[in-house]
């Protein structure tokens, strides 16, 4: 079945250092979706990416999705506290039904 | 007003007993979905109703029952409670479930822990 892979499962920064995960699937995705949790809170969605070779920019977030549309990435630039949370990259195939987590990246950020 | 609200928000039970945890979405999607969150975060989809139709049905003890009476509501009910069925529970929804720009808007969550 479907899989999404994504990596580190945590990472721990200095604020004003620079942040990434990392997201792989085992089969071509129709778009990706990145979501923010903070601590005990829920899921909270950021962006699609839907075009192969696509970047999308929020403020210091920078998104981008592969062209072969199996993999993509969330680079933060100079972290914040409010930075905090777990990062999940979520993909679905093409006229599936399923939005497929990854397991997620934790960041902390050391102030 | 919240999107998608969950009751309850904690849910604490001994093992064996019967519970059910109701959801509902006033944003006016079609799609609704159960995920489960362990102890290690990992999201895992365990059901999924698109106008009152179910449409995924994922690999989960037949102890778990959803049912949606309508577009807008769909509840949880799980017999027969076990210590691994500790974690939290969240609702979503969708507007559609193949939509090309369909994302999921998650209720706060119950957080369920079985003694």
């Known amino acids: 079945g479907q899989q999404v892979m994504q990596i580190p499962q945590y990472q721990h920064v200095q604020e004003g250092e620079d942040f990434t995960t990392y997201c792989n699937s085992s089969?071509?995705?129709?778009?990706i979706q990145w979501y923010k949790q903070r601590p005990g809170g829920h899921p909270v969605f950021l962006i699609q990416l839907v075009k192969s070779g696509e970047v999308k920019k929020q403020k210091r977030l920078t998104f981008q999705f592969g062209e072969a549309k199996k993999n993509s990435s969330l680079h933060i630039t100079a972290t914040q506290t409010t930075d905090v949370g777990t990062y999940f990259c979520a993909g679905k195939n093409t006229g599936g039904f399923k939005t497929i987590f990854g397991a997620g990246t934790r960041l902390f950020v050391k102030a | 007003d919240t999107a998608v609200s969950q009751t309850p928000k904690y849910l604490v039970t001994q093992m064996g007993n019967d519970k059910s945890i109701k959801c509902e979405q006033n944003?006016?999607?079609?799609?609704m979905y159960w995920y489960k969150q362990d102890s290690k975060k990992f999201l895992k989809i365990m059901f999924s109703y698109n106008n009152k139709e179910l449409i995924i049905n994922e690999t989960v003890p037949n102890r778990f029952s959803p049912k949606s009476p309508d577009k807008a509501h769909l509840n949880l009910h799980i017999n027969s409670l076990e210590l691994g069925d500790s974690a939290v529970y969240f609702c979503?929804?969708?507007?559609?479930?193949?939509?090309?720009?369909?994302?999921?808007?998650f209720g706060n969550g119950t957080r369920l822990t079985v003694t």
């Open positions: 944003l006016g999607h079609d799609t």
């Open positions: 979503a929804s969708s507007l559609t479930p193949t939509g090309t720009f369909s994302p999921l808007h």
């Open positions: 089969t071509t995705l129709s778009n």
